[in-house]
């Protein structure tokens, strides 16, 4: 209230004073609000873009599984994701720089004769530096980055794109590439007759100085040349990658969850004993704890997962694709990568606590995304 002692003229500037800190504060406050909603909407914007990239991440280690697995699906299902480009350079150091790749799928992958295999092949054989090595560091090298296919064509194809990338880094060592493909060749076949146990008589020296006169077009080597390779493998073989292809080993260190479940499955269906592993959203089962191949694979993208009732099975779950229709077990996969079910949609899979302690459904979350669902079946961390 405006004291009485005021001219009239002073209250109406008190009062107009007044209506301008009204003005003023309800300005501020409209700021406030406005500002809240930028930061809002920044927030949500970081959100999104680190789910995002969460996603992104779940989609490239599902790649390189299946690259472990089928290398053409995995390069395919990387390219249609948008997480590889379709080109010989980006496959090539794909394969060259990307930890976790099984040395054997690359040789299998650049062992190809289709085009853009055999430009991957030479892209990726130019990744390796070669310059002021011997032939003998070089081939340590280039044999540890993959694991040589079995088919002689395919290692042909592959020593010859070595043996020009040797000749491109050390211009004056030999005076043809068919030389550098050659002594390659031999110093192979001197690793095997050297380090082999089956091979009972083991080359000399002299010997593989001799088998390698005239070939350098024509003219021979330096001996010293020669001895100095040879000794190099008789004191340390090669190195060579022991993964096999399948061995899916290094997919499991480190697990998620781990645990014994029932699972129904099979032609005629029953129940059976797994062991499970959860880890970058996929479950995988095994016969047996120290089984190095799992019997199927369960990929969970996109599955729900809901509590069902079975007769003397309290502890039961369904696992289901709430897009799809079809049969149950569609889903599941061999070690091949093949629906174990010949269908297409992973549909459902039915999983069981066998007994108390082996594993807990929590109850109460019916219809609810697998993320939170499937770790509460209680599996070991």
């Not at 010997?207 to 040879?230: A, E, H, Q, V, W």
């Amino acid at each position: 209230m405006v004291s009485s002692d005021f001219t009239a003229e002073e209250k109406m500037e008190i009062e107009s004073i007044k209506t301008y800190k009204e003005d003023l504060l309800d300005d501020i406050q409209k700021l406030k609000m406005e500002i809240d909603n930028i930061m809002a909407g920044i927030l949500s914007f970081e959100s999104g873009d680190e789910n995002k990239t969460m996603e992104k991440s779940k989609q490239f280690s599902n790649g390189k599984k299946k690259f472990n697995m089928d290398p053409k699906k995995g390069i395919t299902y990387l390219v249609e994701n948008k997480l590889l480009e379709h080109g010989a350079q980006s496959i090539a150091e794909f394969l060259y720089k990307e930890e976790g790749l099984n040395k054997t799928a690359i040789g299998e992958f650049l062992g190809e004769r289709d085009e853009l295999h055999l430009q991957t092949l030479k892209a990726f054989v130019e990744l390796h530096e070669f310059s002021d090595l011997n032939l003998v560091q070089a081939l340590r090298q280039f044999l540890w980055s993959f694991r040589l296919p079995g088919e002689a064509q395919k290692i042909d194809r592959m020593m010859e794109a070595f043996a020009t990338r040797y000749c491109d880094c050390n211009v004056q060592v030999f005076q043809s590439t068919d030389t550098c493909y050659i002594l390659s060749f031999a110093i192979i076949m001197l690793n095997t007759s050297l380090h082999n146990p089956n091979v009972k008589e083991k080359t000399p020296l002299e010997r593989f100085i001799s088998m390698n006169r005239g070939i350098n077009n024509g003219g021979d080597l330096p001996n010293d040349l020669l001895s100095k390779l040879y000794e190099s493998i008789r004191n340390e073989p090669f190195k060579i990658p022991e993964d096999d292809g399948n061995d899916l080993t290094h997919t499991f260190f480190n697990p998620d969850r781990e645990g014994w479940l029932l699972k129904l499955g099979g032609r005629v269906k029953t129940w059976k004993r797994r062991w499970f592993i959860l880890t970058d959203n996929c479950f995988y089962y095994f016969e047996f704890t120290t089984d190095k191949e799992p019997r199927g694979i369960i990929p969970l993208e996109n599955l729900c997962v809901r509590e069902v009732p079975y007769p003397r099975k309290p502890y039961c779950l369904e696992l289901y694709n709430p897009n799809s229709r079809g049969t149950e077990d569609q889903g599941v996969q061999n070690r091949d990568g093949r629906p174990c079910g010949g269908g297409e949609a992973p549909i459902v899979h039915h999983l069981c606590r066998q007994r108390r302690g082996e594993g807990l459904l929590d109850r109460g979350h019916q219809g609810e995304h697998h993320q939170g669902s499937v770790l509460r079946l209680g599996l070991s961390p």
